[in-house]
């Protein structure tokens, strides 16, 4: 039996780190998207099987990359999805990335608002809502960024509105 090198643990300790930490952001970023959470992990998982530990820190936004990978992954999904029956199978080390993902109520309310948004404007909002601003979505994307920002905007209206908060907003309540 040979041993591991020591900074070939040192990447695997940070990349599981990674893993850890953005496997539930970006499952959260799908499910804003329109994905199940079961969509989600499965999206995700593959985004990470392309970054593997030698990569991901070549990358200069590893975060960004993922979320485009996967939300590719999940698009490419559509047309063959099928609802499983079987649960997520377990990560090794007995961490399930779907538990990762919990939702409150609050939560599942937006996302049933957000499932309303046209395209453009779920999409928008969807990376908005995961930190990045209009000219990093454009970026990512390849797109405009007046047409992100016109995107986002609309969304943001839409769901004001949804919520009501512009009746609140000017009545005072």
């Known amino acids: 039996m040979s041993a591991v090198p020591a900074q070939t643990q040192q990447v695997d300790g940070e990349f599981d780190?990674?893993?850890?930490v953005e496997m539930a952001k970006v499952s959260?970023?799908?499910?804003?998207l329109g994905a199940s959470p079961y969509e989600a992990a499965d999206a995700a998982h593959d985004a990470f099987l392309k970054l593997l530990?030698?990569?991901w820190k070549s990358l200069d936004h590893p975060g960004a990359y993922l979320r485009k990978t996967a939300y590719r992954n999940y698009l490419r999904q559509a047309?063959?999805?099928t609802h499983p029956a079987d649960p997520v199978p377990d990560r090794t080390g007995g961490t399930c990335p779907i538990e990762?993902?919990?939702?409150?109520e609050q939560q599942q309310k937006m996302l049933g608002l957000l499932s309303t948004l046209p395209p453009a404007?779920?999409?928008?909002?969807?990376w908005s809502l995961d930190g990045f601003n209009h000219e990093?979505?454009?970026?990512?994307?390849?797109k405009n960024p007046a047409a992100v920002r016109q995107a986002y905007k609309r969304a943001r209206s839409r769901l004001i509105d949804a919520l009501g908060l512009?009746?609140?907003?000017?009545t005072g309540e």
């Open 17 to 20: 780190s990674f893993y850890t």
């Open 28 to 32: 959260g970023f799908l499910m804003n």
């Open 53 to 55: 530990p030698d990569r």
């Open 79 to 81: 047309n063959s999805r």
């Open 100 to 104: 990762l993902v919990v939702l409150t």
């Open 121 to 126: 404007e779920r999409e928008a909002m969807a």
């Open 136 to 142: 990093e979505i454009a970026k990512i994307l390849g």
């Open 166 to 170: 512009k009746k609140e907003a000017t």
